[in-house]
């Protein structure tokens, strides 16, 4: 069976430290010292993958894009 790959692309220098990224998937993403968001897993298992891509899209400024 075929294993699919997900990769989330971060604009680290778009992101504003909303959190609603962390809110919504924290399994997959988390502020850093500075809050700015940053990835738990380079890539997104299976398993994460529909919370990863909820997450991206709840990101107002667009920081997060997924691609797969
Ligand atoms: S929701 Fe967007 S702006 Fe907010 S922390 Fe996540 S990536 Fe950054």
Redesign the pocket.
Known sequence: MEVRTMEIEVRRSA????????QTAPEV?E?DDEDY?RLRVSEIPESLQVAAAAGAR????A??RVRD
């Not at 992101?15 to 962390?22: A, K, P, S, T, Y």
């Open positions: 992101c504003e430290g909303h959190g609603l990224c962390e993403y502020l968001v709840v990101c107002p400024v920081a997060l």
